[in-house]
């Protein structure tokens, strides 16, 4: 166990739809990173926020959006979904933004979209 | 981020050490290499990292040659639950501190 948490753990929608995945991060870390892995494009990094803000952006579409809260936990909204944004979606936490070498990254269990 | 390589699959025999070797011809000074593992479709596993020096903890060695293109992880008694994906990852200081996963080994743990 990670201590990091992803809910829910299954969901299942229709083209078009809008979904919400929910990440808390370990406790005391403040970075939250957001991934996506699905068949063809392997895991591939989509955001980073630190302590509220928005740290790095990597391939994430323009009908996905991210956000982290007071609370340090994160929610991923993706909207307009397509049949190929189905994928496993997982999060991951680190103490800080990055740097050293030792900020590692902790993965939670993800989260498996599919749309329908 | 410097490019790793390595193989995609291999197997290894239960209670015995596994050898994970990988490439990463193009690191830089300040570049770490990474190792992480995927059971199945679990969520990444870490490892162990490092820079220059070998590492070792209760998972696992890390082997760095000494002009750091190259790097072994090594599992020292593998059993089952260590099939996996294992990837090896180079990753540079950067505020965005990502991780770029390539396609990894794919480990069986044959009994």
């Known amino acids: 166990d990670s201590g990091v948490t992803q809910t829910p753990k299954h969901l299942i929608t229709a083209t078009g739809q809008r979904v919400t995945l929910r990440c808390s991060p370990r406790?005391?870390?403040?970075?939250v990173y957001w991934y996506q892995q699905s068949l063809d494009q392997g895991l591939q990094f989509l955001i980073q926020?630190?302590?509220?803000?928005?740290?790095a952006k990597g391939n994430i579409l323009e009908r996905f959006s991210a956000q982290q809260f007071p609370d340090l936990h994160s929610e991923l909204n993706l909207s307009s979904l397509e049949l190929g944004d189905s994928a496993l979606y997982f999060c991951?936490?680190?103490?800080?933004?990055?740097?050293?070498?030792?900020?590692?990254?902790?993965f939670g269990p993800g989260t498996r979209l599919t749309v329908l | 981020d410097a490019k790793t390589t390595q193989p995609p699959s291999m197997d290894c025999a239960e209670g015995r050490a596994a050898n994970l070797p990988c490439n990463h011809s193009?690191?830089?000074?300040?570049?770490?290499v990474y190792w992480y593992r995927q059971i199945h479709s679990q969520g990444p596993q870490y490892i162990i990292h490092?820079?220059?020096n070998n590492e070792t903890n209760e998972m696992a060695s890390l082997i760095i040659t000494e002009d750091r293109k190259s790097s072994t992880l090594i599992l020292p008694h593998a059993t089952l639950r260590d099939t996996a994906v294992y990837y090896c990852?180079?990753?540079?200081?950067?505020?965005?501190?990502?991780?770029?996963f390539g396609g990894g080994t794919r480990v069986l743990v044959k009994p």
């Open positions: 406790s005391g870390d403040l970075s």
């Open positions: 926020y630190y302590n509220g803000e928005e740290r």
């Open positions: 991951a936490s680190s103490v800080a933004p990055g740097g050293k070498g030792k900020d590692t990254q902790y």
């Open positions: 490092g820079l220059k």
């Open positions: 193009t690191i830089s000074g300040n570049e770490y």
């Open positions: 990852i180079v990753r540079v200081e950067s505020a965005g501190n990502k991780l770029t």
